[in-house]
């Protein structure tokens, strides 16, 4: 196993020249390299991320209440209800419930599910507490749909359909076209 020559050739002598073994070396050094790069991913999959993922533009600068947009968050929930949700900042500022009243078609091979007690609630709602309303305002109000992971695609859509039959005033040039009152976004839970 050993690694220098210690025996002479001529007997009194030893040699200059001595071998070393450099393969438990080379061992030694990839097993620390391997050991390096595998906690370094490690320690880079345990991070959290500490940042809110809320939906929209990042805030820029000092936040005045008047300047955080209120949402409309429409939760989906398994009991067969709805609860439409008003927030601003995080508060709560209404709330409402109201049963799903889900509507199945078939179009064909396609499944098509609408929810029009839904549409009714969320156009009265924005008509009540919208905050965009005038035509040359070319914001829009925000809506948050909340749903399951298990939530079908096809109920999904009908929710968007709902949502985006809640219809506002829009100047686009020399003309006012009706427009969906709400930008959607999701989150699901």
Known sequence: MGGVNVQSASGGRRALDS??????????????????????????????????????????????PDSVPRQLHI????????????????????STEIDQGEVVSMQGPVRVVRYPALAAKVASEWSRAGAHRDASDRALDQAVLHTG????????????DAVAQAQRPLQTGQKVEAVPAFKLTFAMD
């Open 19 to 64: 071998e070393i073994n450099m393969i438990p070396m080379i061992d030694l050094l990839m097993v620390t390299i391997s050991f390096l790069l595998i906690t370094a991913v490690w320690s880079h999959m345990a991070r959290i991320r500490a940042d809110a993922q809320v939906p929209g533009p990042p805030l820029v600068g000092p936040v005045v």
């Open 75 to 94: 939760e989906m929930r398994p009991d067969g209800k709805f609860a439409l949700v008003w927030k601003q900042r995080g508060a709560v500022l209404g």
């Open 149 to 160: 992971n298990e939530t079908p695609y096809a109920s999904i859509v009908g929710i968007m």
